[in-house]
């Protein structure tokens, strides 16, 4: 009897993996429950499982993202701590990944262990350099610092995103190769900028441009104000939606161009006839739950799919809380309200850039100039679809 059973099992086992070696379509089906990082190891099985593997990878196409919040049991930031163990759990390949912290945990001096050798600073160069091994090798990273935070809890799209404007808070959003979406990472400083380099980064004479975020850091230095200008003119001129902040600093890509605490502006340009987007503008009557959430319904206006849409909220440092008569969390519950499935991400800054910038279906916008899209005690609220 026991034979016979052994003989059972082995021929189950002989057809498993007989299967296993053989039929693709098991084999896909079976690979597309395995996170990215183990499918990339598991191509190098053999022939099969690697054509299999690569099919898989092709229709990996949904955003994903990374947050996280509170203080950190670690010298790393709190997103930085459980970022390496929750990269290895996605279900894409990172093309771009977009990253934010609040600045105040990232480069404070209160996380600066100078009196240990062992220690490090959360900003130092090492920090960085891990951060960019946690990604494939070409993937681009770019990573802001800035002085509010917010964010939609990592795992599902319609978790109610939360302002951190204290705390320890950050985000990584983790965009994979898309059809028919094409982003370019952007990074200007004052030596690098010229009519020259806008266009080689899709940001001018570019038919396709759809969308620019865009995050201008040390901007209050002497000149900041002029190199602002410099950037905004030709993209007011464009069809492009343009959102984005003032930030503290930005930590990625590293500056090879410019000395530390220069100003330069970083971002990334979306093309492509996929991509859409649409924004609104709360200015500075808004001041009441009602108002914000009547101002942010504007945006179904733009009829954009959920799937692969994102919100981002740029926000002045002086609204959130104290601009709402104490209450905390007013406008990203109200994008919640009206957007249930689609996450939300964004910062609070040191000035906005965006206006009301309704997309409709013959591509027809508001007319806009430089001065327009420059604001301060305002939110811009942004809806990027990205296929």
Not at 52 to 77: F, K, Y
Request: charged fraction near 20%; include cysteine.
């Amino acid at each position: 009897m026991g034979e016979n059973q052994d003989f059972a099992v082995s021929l189950q086992d002989s057809k498993a993996a007989y299967v296993l070696s053989n039929v693709a379509e098991v084999v896909e089906r079976i690979l597309t429950f395995v996170p990215t990082k183990s499918l990339l190891r598991i191509a190098s099985v053999c022939r099969l499982w690697r054509n299999c593997a690569r099919r898989v990878l092709r229709t990996q196409q949904q955003l994903t993202w990374v947050s996280a919040c509170g203080p950190s049991n670690t010298e790393v930031h709190a997103l930085c701590s459980i970022l390496a163990e929750e990269v290895e759990k996605v279900f894409l390949l990172p093309n771009k990944v977009l990253a934010m912290v609040d600045c105040e945990a990232f480069t404070g001096q209160a996380y600066c262990y100078r009196e240990s050798k062992a220690k490090k600073s959360r900003h130092s160069p090492d920090t960085v350099e891990e951060l960019n091994l946690l990604f494939p090798k070409g993937c681009d990273i770019m990573g802001i610092a800035t002085p509010g935070i917010v964010l939609t809890p990592s795992g599902s799209c319609s978790g109610p995103p939360q302002e951190y404007q204290e705390g320890e808070a950050g985000f990584a959003i983790m965009f994979p190769t898309m059809e028919g979406v094409h982003i370019k990472p952007f990074h200007f400083c004052k030596k690098s900028i010229s009519p020259t380099a806008l266009k080689e980064a899709g940001l001018v004479d570019n038919p396709d441009l759809r969308v620019v975020l865009m995050f201008v850091y040390e901007a209050y230095k002497s000149g900041g104000a002029r190199f602002l200008t410099q950037i905004l003119e030709p993209l007011a001129k464009s069809k492009a939606l343009i959102a984005g902040g003032l930030v503290e600093s930005v930590f990625s890509p590293p500056r090879h161009c410019c000395s530390q605490g220069a100003y330069g502006v970083v971002g990334l340009a979306l093309s492509g006839p996929k991509v859409q987007g649409a924004s609104v503008l709360l200015d500075q009557d808004v001041s009441n739950p009602k108002a914000a959430e009547a101002t942010i319904r504007r945006l179904k206006a733009a009829k954009i799919p959920e799937r692969n849409t994102l919100g981002f909220m740029f926000a002045c440092v002086g609204r959130g809380q104290n601009y709402y008569n104490n209450q905390t969390n007013v406008e990203a519950d109200a994008f919640h309200k009206v957007f249930p499935n689609t996450p939300l991400f964004g910062l609070f800054g040191n000035g906005e850039i965006g206006c009301d910038r309704i997309i409709k279906d013959d591509y027809t916008l508001c007319d806009t100039d430089t001065d327009s899209l420059q604001h301060e005690y305002t939110t811009v609220m942004t809806l990027v679809h990205l296929g």
